[in-house]
């Protein structure tokens, strides 16, 4: 069965510090889906990122980027120079194809991340 | 394009009263659709799950159904709700792995 955790329940920096949020996966499926959301106060989820378990290829999008490492099972995101905007709670989830067309998206428990001035 | 929509966006009920919540997705065809749930200070856990019309299948047992009368409907009903069915639902739906939508949620306050 597929499993995520993210192990840091909360998160507190000051403006301007960078800040990296763990994902830890196990799944037994060789294809497979990351995916990193951002849930705001409103409640809404927010799409960040996808990577597949072929592409281990590290991306950097402004001031995000994601580390994605099969050997360790990670996949890792770190906000550099965080801002007080950056304060909401980042989920980390995980993806297989069960079959043809089928999938259900699992997800880690959750890292709040409050930023502060 | 595809939009997904999820109404309403909060409800306060008391306990032992009936619900229905609706999510409708447009601009695609035979999707797959999902409910998740949210509870207080806890991550997402998918609820229920449906490939196709009258498929639906539970991932967890609980006081709650769900129903799809048409391809692109998808419903959560209670005939009783219970204070532990408090939380924040999403409706999401997706074609394959890659790709998942989600609804704007709906805020269910039992009281």
């Known amino acids: 069965a597929q499993k995520v955790t993210q192990a840091q329940t909360e998160i507190s920096v000051v403006e301007k510090e960078d800040v990296t949020l763990d994902c830890v996966y196990e799944?037994?499926?060789?294809?497979?889906?990351l995916f990193w959301y951002k849930q705001p106060p409103s409640g809404e989820l927010v799409f960040l990122i996808r990577?597949?378990?072929?592409?281990?290829q590290n991306e950097i999008s402004g001031r995000y980027s994601w580390n994605f490492q099969k050997s360790t099972s990670s996949f890792n995101f770190t906000i550099t120079a965080s801002q007080v905007v950056d304060s909401a709670v980042y989920f980390c989830?995980?993806?297989?194809?069960?079959?043809?067309?089928?999938?259900?998206?699992?997800f880690g428990k959750g890292t709040m991340l409050l930023v502060s001035p | 394009s595809q939009t997904i929509h999820q109404w309403p966006a909060t409800l306060v009920q008391p306990v032992g009263s009936p619900l229905s919540l609706e999510c409708t997705v447009e601009?695609?065809?035979?999707?797959?659709l999902y409910w998740y749930r949210q509870a207080a200070g806890r991550g997402l856990q998918l609820l229920f799950y449906?490939?196709?019309?009258?498929?639906i299948s539970s991932e967890v047992p609980q006081n709650l159904s769900a129903s799809r009368p048409q391809d692109r409907q998808f419903i959560l009903s209670s005939k009783k709700l219970l204070l532990s069915d408090s939380g924040f639902y999403l409706c999401?739906?997706?074609?394959?792995?890659?790709?998942?939508?989600f609804g704007s949620g709906t805020r269910l306050t039992v009281v």
């Open positions: 799944t037994r499926d060789t294809t497979y889906y």
């Open positions: 601009g695609t065809s035979n999707p797959n």
């Open positions: 999401a739906w997706s074609r394959d792995a890659w790709g998942y939508t």
């Open positions: 989830a995980l993806s297989e194809a069960k079959y043809s067309g089928y999938s259900t998206l699992t």
């Open positions: 990577r597949n378990s072929f592409d281990e």
């Open positions: 449906s490939v196709g019309i009258g498929q």
